[in-house]
């Protein structure tokens, strides 16, 4: 799966390609009914079993790489295997934008922003993030479309 996913990206970025100024970081929660290693007791659906996925999204919401945690973990100890998950782009340091929520606000997220020289845009309290998101699934039909084509070349 991990050579496919690296093939779509490779792919996607030659032809209509990547925008990696800007990148978002989040989590979000989903149900984990059959369990497993890494599902953990879900703080907001009153304690089912549930698995937290780290994202990491190009200005376009194109999937980069996703971590996945039980759903009990916070968002910001996941920021760094996020980052170690999406380390064969080569994000260009320094004139890359992290856009992160508010959940991410405290020295430890700077320094590990700061160590991989990363420019981190923290949201404000009370304020929508400056970057949203909202075509993250695009990568999923691409990684359907390859994933078929493999099956059954033409």
Request: charged share 25%.
């Amino acid at each position: 799966m991990e050579a496919l996913e690296e093939l779509a990206l490779e792919y996607y970025d030659r032809f209509i390609g990547l925008e990696l100024a800007d990148v978002a970081v989040d989590g979000c929660i989903t149900k984990a009914p059959c369990g497993g290693e890494k599902a953990g007791k879900s703080p907001v659906d009153r304690g089912k079993i549930g698995i937290k996925r780290s994202t990491m999204v190009d200005a376009n919401g194109i999937l980069l790489g996703v971590v996945s945690a039980p759903a009990n973990r916070h968002d910001s100890p996941l920021l760094a295997p996020t980052f170690d998950a999406v380390e064969a782009l080569r994000l260009p340091s320094e004139s890359v934008s992290v856009h992160l929520d508010r959940g991410y606000e405290s020295n430890v997220t700077r320094r590990l922003l700061e160590e991989r020289e990363l420019v981190g845009v923290i949201s404000e309290k009370g304020k929508p993030a400056p970057l949203r998101a909202g075509l993250r699934w695009v990568m999923e039909s691409i990684l359907v479309l390859i994933y078929k084509h493999s099956l059954h070349p033409s």
